[in-house]
């Protein structure tokens, strides 16, 4: 097997520890995805956990807050002309379920504690079988799960702060088909698939906030630090089917019977760190609005460095993301005691340089619009919410050169739709 032939296997693999760098999910409160997330500035529910911790200092009594959000992710690739034709390859229908389950209580005067249960990175993509792209990425998915800790300070009846801690863990899985015995004028011939699946090691992280909040508005600030997850007993699995290339390829891989074709390998993949500013303001006695910025410090995937047992698969892959920034808008109108309408917009910049838009994630400025219902009786509150994720088309072709780094060159189109169900429960409310 050529040394070309290596790297077309690693980079099957190193493509899904790639695909995370530019998927951020907010989405942790219904009430606050109906408002675009434009949340930092206030303290409503339990979920503020999530959007700006130090807003427990505002809450009475002890408070639950769960939010089940559906995401329905949707992509086409139409391939660039002379390789591909006009045909429209599609992803396959999948729900992904993250939550956000948050559970709240107020000591005192001055002090509140908090526990979170979040998963703010992650869905995935699965295209079908007979996808072109599928020697770059046939279905990835990725999860994280964060437990979160929190301890609020309230210093005066309008000013809190907030510390707490992040553990994460993830999980990983890709699968992908492999080339073999590529030249100058042809990819290659397919030859069998790679599938690669891992769980992190246990790391930990911090966030700190603050909130100031007065009769008719507020302001506050939320940083959480970025993590660094390790996958050190991550499996690659190969399987070759064709018959004829099995022995040759079989051997390559292993190093003529050295290693196994389920190999353990190691990688890295960092979440990064992020800053919200947040500000609200009753316009009226019953209507909110609010407006937030973020920044998301991606430049920590720089590169990747993947090792295997079989140390000729070993490379390090540059990433070269960048910081990006979100704008977010929201609005909340009380109609009745009972029921108030929300609305939101978010625009999102996307981190991910055009040379590594790929099957992997077909990722580009998003445009986001959401709507929602809220009912609170007594202690009870339900919330209902709509988001419309638009991401719009992404040409890897510009000005007639493919700027893809594997060659694979065309147009994607990408959208989501969000479904939000949150139910609250205030304990011992004063």
């Keep these: 097997m050529t040394q070309a032939l290596r790297t077309l296997f690693l980079l099957a693999i190193c493509a899904g520890c790639a695909w995370a760098s530019g998927f951020n999910i907010n989405e942790a409160g219904a009430r606050a995805t109906s408002m675009g997330n434009a949340v930092t500035g206030q303290a409503y529910d339990a979920s503020a956990m999530f959007y700006n911790p130090a807003g427990i200092g505002f809450l009475n009594g002890t408070n639950v807050y769960g939010t089940v959000t559906l995401i329905a992710p949707q992509s086409s690739f139409v391939g660039a002309a002379p390789v591909f034709d006009n045909t429209i390859h599609s992803t396959q229908d999948k729900i992904f379920p993250p939550v ?193 910025g973020s920044l998301f410090r991606w430049d920590v995937n720089d590169e990747i460095p993947l090792n295997f047992e079989n140390s000729a698969l070993n490379q390090v892959i540059p990433q070269d993301y960048r910081n990006s920034v979100q704008l977010r808008l929201g609005l909340e109108y ?48 339900f919330d209902l919410g709509y988001m419309y994720v638009g991401i719009g088309d992404r040409n890897t072709v510009i000005d007639g050169v493919g700027q893809n780094e594997n060659g694979f060159d065309g147009v994607y189109t990408a959208n989501a739709h969000l479904y939000m169900l949150g139910f609250g429960y205030s304990f011992n409310n004063k």
């Excluded at 397919?190 to 246990?202: A, D, P, T």
Aim: zero cysteines; glycine letters at 10%.
């Design 100 to 292: 956000g389950l948050h559970v709240t209580h107020r000591y005192n005067d001055k002090v509140a504690v908090g526990l979170a249960l979040s998963n703010p990175f992650g869905l995935g993509v699965f295209w079908e079988e007979d996808f072109p792209g599928r020697f770059i990425s046939r279905e990835v998915d990725l999860k994280s799960f964060y437990v979160s800790p929190v301890i609020a300070l309230r210093t005066t009846e309008e000013l809190s702060f907030s510390m707490g801690l992040d553990f994460v863990l993830a999980q990983v899985s890709l699968t992908r088909n492999l080339l073999a015995f590529g030249s100058g004028g042809s990819p290659g011939t397919e030859v069998g698939e790679v599938e690669l699946k891992g769980n992190s090691n246990l790391t930990v992280g911090f966030t700190a906030s603050m909130l100031y909040k007065a009769s008719r508005g507020g302001f506050g600030f939320f940083y959480r630090h970025n993590v660094k997850n390790e996958f050190e007993d991550a499996e690659a699995n190969f399987s070759v089917f064709d018959v004829a290339a099995r022995s040759l390829v079989e051997a390559n891989i292993t190093n003529f019977g050295e290693f196994s074709l389920n190999q353990s390998g190691s990688a890295e993949l960092n979440f990064p760190a992020y800053f919200s500013l947040g500000f609200h303001l009753m316009a009226t006695e019953k209507l909110g609005l609010a407006v937030d």
């Design 334 to 381: 009380q109609l009745t005691e009972t029921f108030a309408v929300r609305g939101g917009y978010i625009h999102d910049q996307t981190p991910q340089p055009i040379e590594i838009t790929s099957p992997l994630l077909p990722d580009d400025t998003r445009n986001n619009w959401s709507t929602g219902i809220g009912y609170k009786r007594g202690n009870m509150n």
